[in-house]
Structure formats: structure tokens, C-alpha cells
């Protein structure tokens, strides 16, 4: 009995289904085995012909392999296989001329231990998954890569001074010691940088709100970076007279300014200004806003290239050669969001770059 699925036009209320709006790729053969429905998803997915393939047995509209050349159909059995199984689940098969697909497939029995209805087969591209494969693989290059100098470092010096403590002076000896305090330092940060993209990757990222004076702790950040040596006149400070109260993490708002900050400094050039001032931010759709308080850190350098802008929050993105593992801002925007707020990137008007960040108020629920 082949699987009648309607386009709306006799359905008033609009809920008939048209498998051609489905986005993943849909296969159903009926109790014979033959296939009664090939969507347009499964045809891209596939690169077959939908017309070719209704009717036909579905071991030959979709000669489905295992990664070791076996064949699917004959693996699986469903249709003289155990009566009790309802469905495979998702693996990674292949087509002629070795095109990949994620296929997982669902047992539809009238009764339970009763003979094969329908056989559902759903299909996916392998291009998000092979896109996600490459982004771990570039991370723990980039991870390998970026411990392997400080280790180096520190495992040199250590066993320097362990070999021939007695022929170096004091002041050799603290010189080796703060490089490797400093090289320690560089691998507990990037330690904290991957904890932090798998809390954003994995939504676990978690904000602890407590009342944050934003225009303190921007000062705070620029004493800090003055003290290492920049000139205090390089920075510009405007804060509006009047914010309202923020509720956020504080140290997660000081690792989206610090690392702000760092970025104007080490890729911008001129003046680093910091804006403080109450912002409308949107709460919702239907709603007009909420107070907030905007952030904005810009610089008088070259700036971020036009087709450059969309890429800043991604992971690796990197606006020079000038050092840096790539995932700060991408760490940024996930802080940002998981206080609620939007963080967005533009050409100043001294034509450097541009990092504008509102936050909501977020104030406590038990507080409200």
C-alpha cells in the first residue's frame, strides 16, 4: 500500500506534511520492500533519481554499504529479521562511488512482534559532521601547538637549574624561574580557554550574577595594563554619569574586557577608547526592551577587512600573525550570550575596529 502524503490544499488548518519540506532525506518502502516515497532532500543527498527509484525493490533504489564494503540491506535484514527490532540507528554508510551518508532507519510494525508495514529511512549529509571533525582537529593542533613552546620552556630550565644550581647567581636564578612562572601561566590559561569552549560548545557554560560596578572594572583592566608598561595617554575612558545596576559573573565580564582590551592593544593602534552607557536591549519579539548597560572598545588601528567581519566570533579567527591561539573572541560572544546579551564588531570612526557589547540588567529572578 503505497504512503499517501497530501500538499496542504485539502488540509484548512495547514498541518498535512509534504516530505519535500522535510530538511533531512526521506525514504519509505511499503510492506513489500519497494519504495513508495523519495524526497527531494534524499535525491540532493544521495545525487539519484527520485523517479528511478520509486517502485524498485529498496536494496536497489538505495544500495546502501558499510564502511567494510558489506552490504546494508543484507546486514540488517528488516524484513526477515527479528519482529521485535523497530529501528537501526544512525551510521555512517556509502553509496556508489563512495558517496558518504548518515542513515538511520525505523521499524513500523501494526502490532508489536507483527511483519514489517513500513520501513522509514532517514539520510543526512556527512558535510556538517566532517566540518565538525576538522574544527576538533584544528583544535588540538592548534592545543599541541601552542603547549608544546612553554613545556618546552619549562622542562629546559628546570633541568638546567637541576644540573648546575650551584654555578648560576641569584638573579640567573630568578630570571629562569619568573620564565617559567610566566610559561605556566600561558598553559593555565589555555587550560582555562578549552574548559571554556566546552561549557559554551556544551550550554553548561555557568553565570554567576552578583552586582558588577562595570565602570570600576573597566578602570581596573587599563591600571592593569598601564602598569605593564602602556602609556596611560593611550587610553580614553567615557563613562555615562548615570547606569543602571548590573547583575553579572564578574570575573566572566573581566575576561570579555580584559581580552577586549588586550586585542585593541596588541592589533589596534592610536587611541583605545572605552564607552560606558545605558542601552535599550531588546528582550524579545513582542517586547520593546529591557535596560542594559552597552560596552564599546575601539581603537584607531587598521581595523577588521569588510569580508573579515563575519568570521571575528568563529573559533581560530586571527586578526594578525601576531600571536594568540584564535578562540578569545569566540569565548567572548559565548560569555556574552549566556548573559543574555548580543556582542557585534565595526569599523570605529578613526577607522580601527570596533567591539560593541550590551548586557541586560539581569537582575535575580528572587530579586525582581
Known sequence: MPVEFTDGASDPKGLALDPDDLPDGLVVADESGRVVCFNTAAARITALDPAAALGRPIAEALPLEDLKGRRWWELTDPYGGLAIRTAQPERHLLLPGNREVLAAARYVRLHPAGPLHRLVVTLRSTEARLRNERSHAELIATVAHELRSPLTSVKGFTATLLAKWERFTDDQKRLML??????????????AELLDISRIDSGRLEVRRQTVDIAAAVRRHVEVLTAAGEDPARFATVVAPVLPQLWADPDKIDQVLGNLLENAVRHGAGTVTIEVAPAGVPASAEDASTEGTEITVSDEGPGI???????????????????????????????????????????????????????PVGTPAHLA
Open 178 to 191: 619568573e620564565t617559567v612562572h610566566a610559561d605556566a601561566n600561558r598553559v593555565t590559561r589555555l587550560i
Open 305 to 359: 577587512p569588510e569580508e573579515s567581519m563575519s568570521r571575528v566570533f568563529t573559533r581560530f579567527w586571527r586578526g594578525s600573525k601576531r600571536g594568540g591561539t584564535g578562540l578569545g573572541l569566540y569565548i567572548v560572544k559565548g560569555i556574552v550570550e549566556a548573559h543574555g546579551g548580543t556582542i557585534s564588531v565595526s569599523r570605529a570612526p578613526a577607522g580601527g575596529a570596533r567591539f560593541r557589547f550590551t548586557l
